[in-house]
């Protein structure tokens, strides 16, 4: 079976600040990882996805995701916040070898102050 | 583009009245899921369909049933909807298996009265 926590419901920071999104997940197999971003009144768009490969992974926006597998991880960053980032973030894991249905996180909203 | 349409943005129904929820894929993708959100609940899996008449059940189906006639529809049935199934429902499609991504419709915003 497989799991994700996401840390923290909600995360503030100020515009031009680092942003820190982290996600931990358990799976019995290297799994596929998955951050996906939702904007007010929207559906869910992929931020970025790690399969196989290269650990750091970059996506839309300027976010990066790095796969840690010693800390069974998968933080999601940006250098620079800036007030269009604010939006619900979900990160979602799959099992490649099982069902293929991806289970996500319960999600962390982040507040961008000017 | 990759196109997931959902029929409707906002629905208010009543209680016990039965309630569809259409989504529309342009993609000739195999699976169709759809989920439930609510406020720190995530996402929660309701049904999927990974072929035309085919289903599963997700991981919370009761109230809920779905209907997939053709590859491109997938229809989620509320039989007699509840207060407790206010919600924002959301559909997605997905390519066949492997490290495929879903792609989400806007959602719809339920609320029973």
């Known amino acids: 079976a497989q799991s994700v926590t996401q840390l923290g419901s909600h995360v503030s920071v100020s515009e031009g600040a680092l942003v820190l999104l982290r996600c931990n997940y358990s799976s019995s197999v290297p799994p596929y990882l998955f951050w996906y971003v939702q904007y007010p009144n929207q559906g869910l768009q992929l931020l970025l996805k790690?399969?196989?490969?290269?650990?750091l992974v970059k996506g839309i926006n300027g976010f990066e995701a790095e796969f840690k597998k010693s800390e069974t991880s998968f933080h999601l960053t940006k250098p620079s916040a800036h007030m269009s980032d604010a939006a619900e973030y979900f990160c979602?894991?799959?099992?490649?070898?099982?069902?293929?249905?991806?289970?996500f996180g319960r999600g962390t909203s982040l507040i961008v102050h000017p | 583009d990759v196109k997931v349409t959902q029929s409707s943005r906002y629905l208010v129904k009543r209680t016990g009245e039965k309630v569809f929820l259409e989504c529309v894929q342009d993609m000739d993708h195999e699976n169709m899921f759809w989920y439930r959100q609510d406020p720190g609940l995530g996402l929660r899996l309701i049904y999927f369909?990974?072929?035309?008449?085919?289903?599963e059940k997700g991981d919370i189906p009761e109230g809920y049933s779905v209907s997939r006639e053709k590859k491109e529809r997938f229809s989620l049935i509320l039989e007699s909807a509840s207060t407790n199934q206010t919600s924002m429902y959301l559909c997605?499609?997905?390519?066949?298996?492997?490290?495929?991504?879903?792609?989400f419709g806007a959602g719809t915003r339920l609320s029973v009265l």
């Open positions: 997605a499609s997905r390519a066949g298996t492997g490290w495929n991504i879903q792609y």
């Open positions: 369909s990974y072929d035309v008449k085919m289903k």
């Open positions: 979602a894991v799959r099992d490649p070898g099982g069902s293929y249905i991806p289970t």
């Open positions: 790690y399969t196989t490969g290269a650990t």
